[in-house]
């Protein structure tokens, strides 16, 4: 088979190369991840995509299921199959033709590289202001796209709903992503230092408390996104939030929603 | 009563941070808050003092605690963790006890 219509989609610095043979798809592709388009003459990893029609074995209800098999990851859930073997670079994902499916590929995708990394996707939206990154964690309704639709001019939105965190040195820095929440706006390809991490409420009043270093990363590790039935990246993941708790400032941030909240980001 | 050893288990990750011990399963992703009496028994469990020689001679020379009291904490402690998988229990010694697999923040 020839996959002759390749695009790379590089998300938090990491291009992956994605080879279709259907040049409709590549183009839904691009539009899909536009802001997000790389090079692709160095990807860190390839994946082949086989498009088939939607049938009982690719379109049930089946939730996702993520092991290491042999060497090689395999992805499953309803609407898609995917192998991936992290030491060749290579994979192959098996799904129809919508964008909802690659998505969540490149997201649990994500997840596993960044786990070896310190790194991790989090259920929050994020936003760049004076060079400085805040990261606003939640469950659905908590206020993700609320407060992402009452930024001021003056704020980057990086995400309203999956935030891309990478350890750098000492430090940790909030990328851009295309992965976007009822907002259905994609984030700017950006970056900055994170500097503060909020769990958000919405309540009577705007208000910042502190959090226990316990209850930030009992909080936390509710909030990554992380899929693999793998022990060892469970315990990396575990220490990866120990060590961002332990280096980067973590507040409840209880807020009336209106733009006033914004006053106290800063 | 037959005598009760304990060790960690190395399917775990621990971690003392802001004075306080988490543990979480790496198998089904439990996460446990250790006070400081269980965090005690937490670092004595090396499979080879028994857990009645844990209370008396660690908890009770620690803590200000009757040793009735404390034998029923502890033994308390270790079912709960145990049904976790997070303590191994056994009514000899282990042969090969884990290493203290907690990591200083």
Request: hydrophobic share 45%; net charge negative.
């Amino acid at each position: 088979m020839s996959y002759m219509h390749e695009i790379a989609v590089e998300i938090g610095g990491m291009p992956i190369l994605l080879r279709t043979q259907d040049s409709s798809f590549r183009e839904l592709l691009a539009t899909r991840y536009a802001g997000f388009i790389a090079s692709f003459q160095q990807p860190l990893f390839e994946f082949d995509v086989d498009l088939v029609t939607p049938s009982g074995e690719i379109e049930s209800e089946e939730d996702v299921h993520v092991e290491m098999q042999d060497g090689q990851w395999q992805l499953r859930r309803g609407d898609f199959r995917a192998q991936w073997d992290p030491r060749a670079g290579r994979g192959r994902i098996r799904q129809s033709a919508n964008p909802y499916s690659i998505d969540s590929v490149l997201r649990i995708v994500h997840t596993l590289i960044l786990a070896r990394e310190h790194g991790f996707l989090l259920h929050a939206a994020s936003a760049v202001r004076d060079g400085r990154a805040f990261l606003f964690a939640g469950v659905s309704g908590a206020g993700k796209t609320t407060i992402s639709r009452m930024a001021p001019p003056d704020v980057t939105l990086l995400t309203d709903e999956i935030s891309y965190v990478r350890r750098d040195a000492d430090r940790y820095r909030a990328c851009g992503t295309p992965f976007a929440g009822d907002l259905a706006r994609v984030g700017e390809n950006c970056s900055a230092q994170v500097n503060t991490l909020f769990f958000l409420e919405q309540g009577p009043e705007n208000r910042i408390e502190s959090v226990s270093k316990v209850e930030a990363v009992r909080c936390l590790l509710r909030n990554i996104l992380f899929f693999a039935e793998d022990a060892e990246l469970v315990s990396l993941i575990f220490r990866s939030a120990c060590e961002f708790v332990d280096r980067v400032p973590v507040q409840r941030l209880t807020f009336v929603p209106d733009e006033r909240v914004w006053s106290m980001i800063r | 009563m037959s005598e009760k050893y304990i060790a960690r288990s190395t399917a775990i990750a621990a971690r003392m941070l802001g004075g306080e011990m988490m543990v979480m399963s790496a198998v089904d992703s439990t996460f446990f808050t250790l006070n400081e009496v269980a965090t005690v028994i937490w670092h004595a469990a090396d499979g080879r003092t028994p857990l009645s020689g844990i209370v008396t001679q660690v908890v009770c020379e620690e803590f200000d605690v009757e040793p009735e009291v404390a034998r029923r904490d502890a033994e308390q402690f270790v079912e709960d963790l145990s049904r976790h998988g997070i303590l191994l229990v056994s009514d000899r010694p282990f042969e090969n006890s884990a290493s203290d697999p907690v990591e200083a923040a």
